[in-house]
């Protein structure tokens, strides 16, 4: 799981061009949209983008995502049970 | 005042005005199921011309596009005796992506590829004009943006007739972009109904012919407006504020139930039509019937300010509304007269609508001419004068050859400003330094970064009224570094991944609308290509556009930037007097 997050993250740093950022700013558990990061919804569809991609995993749409994009920590969960691959 | 002399809709279900009107009566649609559309492992539902029909109007040495914009504009021609060869006839083409279809990844493997202006001016020559065609790239709004940029320099005195060609083709690129939008209806779109799933898009191209001189029976452009909704890039204000806005501009001082109809943009998406619904309500227009077309098209983007637009009209000539296609039962939450069937009218009054991505919005307002109302345009002569003047200024060059000694310049309000780096690194830097306000900027391609630190820097002190405030820019390449980005995303080895942040850049007046957003832009905002760097140019339509604004702050000048690394800003910010 920490490696799964650990990839998350730099993917979702790589994916998002969120400059200057490392994963150890991120925390496993920080809202992603709103404070936290300030991601919005152009960012939300890169999110799915990196699901499908990387995991096989395909999001219908970003409402769907809402739950699943909360923070890093429901992403990584959401990925170890979905991934195919 | 200017009348509309001619029009032209070149569809899949017509080649001309008369015969879309007809088809669309019958009830067909150009949508088609296409799976698997040429190559891409998706399955959509767009508006796109048979191969027969490719075959039958492809013009010999042009492109697909292209060729549509040349069969729109020789039918229109036919029908009008207006001179394409006359020095006071300009041409204006409105298109979101232009020959994108041909644009590769990589500049080695593009082969017969023209970008915008090199295009225009292609066709503009194959059809005897002989004046530099100006591109308007404005997202949706550039078919109701050209139509006004041309009845203004036509008011100017400069032209005497203009001809304004709306076109966008169905390629692999755009159907990447919007799916990654995750915006495309699977089936033929029904904007307005509570059971609508997105947009389908579309192709086609349109035409008006405009000038002054016209007879009674010609339909007029009464007035126009645009702005800037000053909320997201791709998102529109949920209120509906901005379309609000350029609907009472225009019809402000007439009486509302004059109007025949109110044509809508509706896409078929979620937001686009709540929004435009409660516009429209809002505005005191629940009562005007709406004609919403897109379900027989589909989106067909640059072309569909145009091409709705002459539908309607024609439509009023022949006495009805057609039917909202698509539409069933009401799932926006503004009141609206919207019916799935065609009703009479006898009224001669036309409100047009539209919406883009970049956050602008447009209204215009076409009637018949009534005697003793139109405007006094003088004649031959300019009718605006110069009563601005330039209050700031910004100069960011590099790469493009020394200048005064030096190949990096950069200059604000003529003091040297001192920077670190090169190139797009010297950007950044500049970036942190003066302004730091915007993750989004990390996010950008090159073009958008140049474009929005320089217009940054000049609005970041200016404190004006938000509706008094606009952007007009005018570029050469517009976002080709962004095209091939997106490009590279789903061809060759790389699979089917198109990003959203890099889509969202491949229309170039999008970091227009990321502007207006940061910067609280609410006035008008335009984006422009012309086939080169055109000062005359340029200044008459600066000065039309500020003709038209009363108290009026803009950003004009030109940004281009056809390698990361190579670019030009020269922009100024200039205020009525």
């Given at each position: 799981m920490e490696e799964l997050i650990n990839n998350l993250k730099l993917q979702i740093i790589d994916a998002l061009n969120?400059?200057?950022?490392?994963?150890?700013?991120?925390?496993?558990?920080?809202?992603?949209?709103?404070?936290?990061?300030?991601?919005d919804s152009i960012d939300a569809l890169e999110l799915i983008v990196i699901l499908d991609k990387f995991y096989g995993i395909k999001l219908a749409n970003a409402s769907e995502g809402k739950e699943v994009f909360k923070s890093v920590a429901t992403i990584a969960d959401y990925v170890a049970k979905h991934r195919t691959k | 005042m200017t009348g509309i002399l001619a029009t032209n809709i070149t569809s899949p279900i017509g080649l001309t005005t008369a015969a879309n009107f007809e088809a669309v009566r019958r009830?067909?649609?150009?949508?088609k199921n296409l799976?698997?559309?040429?190559?891409?492992p998706v399955n959509i539902c767009a508006g796109c011309f048979t191969e027969e029909q490719r075959a039958a109007l492809r013009v010999p040495g042009f492109s697909w596009l292209e060729s549509l914009e040349i069969r729109s504009v020789q039918e229109a021609l036919?029908?009008?005796?207006?001179?394409?060869?006359?020095?006071r006839t300009l041409f204006v083409l409105s298109t979101?992506?232009?020959?994108?279809?041909?644009?590769?990844?990589s500049p080695e493997t593009d082969g017969d590829f023209r970008n915008y202006g090199e295009s225009a001016r292609k066709v503009a020559r194959h059809l005897g004009i002989v004046t530099e065609p100006v591109i308007v790239?404005?997202?949706?709004v550039s078919g109701v943006t050209a139509q006004l940029l041309a009845d203004r320099l036509i008011a100017s005195g400069r032209y005497d007739h203009a001809i304004v060609c709306g076109a966008d083709s169905l390629s692999p690129f755009i159907v990447a972009v919007f799916t990654s939008f995750q915006s495309?209806?699977?089936?033929v779109c029904r904007p307005f109904d509570i059971e609508r799933l997105g947009l389908n898009l579309g192709e086609a191209a349109s035409t008006v012919i405009l000038g002054k001189s016209s007879g009674a029976g010609t339909w007029r452009i009464l007035d126009g407006s645009l702005d800037n909704d000053s909320y997201h890039v791709s998102a529109p204000d949920p209120t509906g504020d901005g379309v609000r806005r350029v609907i009472e501009k225009v019809v402000a001082?007439?009486?509302?139930?004059?109007?025949?109809?109110v044509c809508v943009?509706?896409?078929?998406t979620m937001f686009n039509d709540e929004m435009e619904s409660k516009a429209i309500a809002a505005a005191g227009l629940s009562g005007v019937p709406v004609s919403s077309y897109k379900a027989y098209f589909?989106?067909?983007?640059?072309?569909c300010g145009l091409l709705e637009t002459v539908l309607a009209l024609y439509a009023l000539d022949q006495g009805v509304i057609l039917p909202a296609g698509g539409y069933e039962e009401i799932g926006v939450s503004g009141r609206i007269d919207i019916s799935p069937a065609e009703r009479p009218t006898g009224k001669r009054t036309l409100l047009k609508i539209v919406s883009g991505f970049g956050g602008c919005n447009g209204a215009a307002v076409y009637g018949k001419e009534i005697p003793g109302?139109?405007?006094?345009?003088?004649?031959?002569?300019?009718?605006?004068?110069?009563?601005w003047q330039v209050v700031r200024r910004l100069r960011i060059r590099s790469g493009k050859g020394e200048m005064d000694g030096k190949d990096l310049v950069v200059e604000l309000d003529g003091q040297e400003v001192a920077v670190e780096g090169e190139g797009q690194e010297m950007l950044t830097a500049l970036y942190k330094a003066r302004?730091?306000?915007?993750?989004?900027y990390f996010k950008m391609d090159p073009f958008s970064r140049l474009t929005y630190l320089g217009v940054g820097l000049l609005l970041k002190d200016i404190k004006v009224e938000p509706t008094k405030v606009g952007i007009l820019l005018f570029n050469g390449t517009g976002s080709i570094l962004a095209d091939r980005k997106h490009l590279a995303t789903f061809t060759g080895d790389a699979g089917f991944y198109p990003s959203p942040a890099v889509c969202?850049?491949?229309?170039?007046?999008v970091v227009v609308g990321e502007i207006a957003a940061r910067y609280r832009v609410k006035g008008e905002t335009t984006f422009l290509i012309l086939p080169e760097r055109n000062e005359a140019m340029m200044a008459e339509i600066t000065a039309s556009t500020m003709a038209v604004q009363g108290p009026f702050t803009m950003v004009t000048g030109w940004v281009d930037c056809p390698e990361p690394d190579v670019f030009e800003a020269d922009l100024q910010v200039i205020t009525t007097k």
């Open positions: 969120l400059e200057g950022m490392t994963p150890e700013d991120i925390g496993n558990d920080d809202p992603l949209f709103g404070e936290g990061l300030g991601l | 009830g067909e649609v150009s949508q799976a698997g559309f040429r190559g891409l036919s029908h009008c005796d207006v001179d394409p060869a006359s020095p979101t992506l232009g020959n994108v279809d041909e644009l590769s990844a790239c404005n997202a949706c495309l209806s699977p089936t001082g007439r009486d509302v139930s004059d109007l025949a109809t943009h509706g896409t078929g589909g989106h067909t983007m640059g072309a109302q139109a405007r006094n345009d003088g004649e031959g002569q300019p009718r605006y004068d110069r009563d302004l730091g306000d915007n993750p989004r969202i850049n491949t229309l170039p007046n």
